[in-house]
T-cell receptor
Framework: GQSLEQPSEVTAVEGAIVQINCTYQ??????LSWYQQHDGGAPTFLSY????GLEETGRFSSFLSRSDSYGYLLLQELQMKDSASYFC????????FGKGTRLHILP | EAQVTQNPRYLITVTGKKLTVTCSQN?????MSWYRQDPGLGLRQIYY???????DKGDVPEGYKVSRKEKRNFPLILESPSPNQTSLYFCASSPYSGTSYEQYFGPGTRLTVT
């Protein structure tokens, strides 16, 4: 079946750069999106990649390689408020989410 | 204000008592979806709707029903809730076309079935 794999936890230092990887096992996805969720909150949209390559939105960038069934979210100039869970999601008519990566940021 | 609303936000019920969680969006979005979120399992899609009167199963549809009679509303129905349906539920909507596949999520409904 369709599935997306991402690390369960990542730790980084304030001001640094962190990359959260997402690999998927399906040939059907036509895009990959990323969401952020703070504790007690709803997921909020970060980015969507329909094409291979890098999409940049401020401090956040997202990358997709269809041939490698792989994507990543890159967060730069980390701030304490970036401590949250991050989810990748594969799109066809259905949407399949990964289980999420908890990002811990150290001062 | 553009938003997705869900009601109720919190619900405690007993096994077998039918319930409905409402979802409404004011952004004229074609695509609507229901998810459940359980610790360690991420978000799992229950049902989705590409347009009015068009609904389809997601990954975990068993025990749930939906309807899409109007574009703005997408209620989730549990005909006979069971304790394994205790979860946090999110409704979401999206234009889902062109370059915009962003989903907007409601605030969530925490359901406990005893």
């Amino acid at each position: 079946g369709q599935s997306l794999e991402q690390p369960s936890e990542v730790t980084a230092v304030e001001g640094a750069i962190v990359q959260i990887n997402c690999t998927y096992q399906t040939s059907g996805f036509y895009g990959l999106s990323w969401y952020q969720q703070h504790d007690g909150g709803a997921p909020t949209f970060l980015s969507y990649n329909a094409l291979d390559g890098l999409e940049e939105t401020g401090r956040f960038s997202s990358f997709l390689s269809r041939s490698d069934s792989y994507g990543y979210l890159l967060l730069q100039e980390l701030q304490m408020k970036d401590s949250a869970s991050y989810f990748c999601a594969g799109h066809d008519d259905k949407i399949i989410f990964g289980k999420g990566t908890r990002l811990h940021i150290l001062p | 204000e553009a938003q997705v609303t869900q009601n109720p936000r919190y619900l405690i019920t007993v096994t077998g008592k039918k319930l409905t969680v409402t979802c409404s969006q004011n952004m004229n979005h074609e695509y609507m979806s229901w998810y459940r979120q359980d610790p360690g399992l991420g978000l799992r899609q229950i049902y989705y709707s590409m347009n009015v009167e068009v609904t389809d199963k997601g990954d975990v549809p068993e025990g749930y029903k939906v309807s899409r009679k109007e574009k703005r509303n997408f209620p989730l129905i549990l005909e006979s809730p069971s304790p394994n349906q205790t979860s946090l539920y999110f409704c979401a909507s999206s234009p889902y076309s062109g370059t915009s596949y962003e989903q907007y999520f409601g605030p969530g409904t925490r359901l406990t079935v005893t």
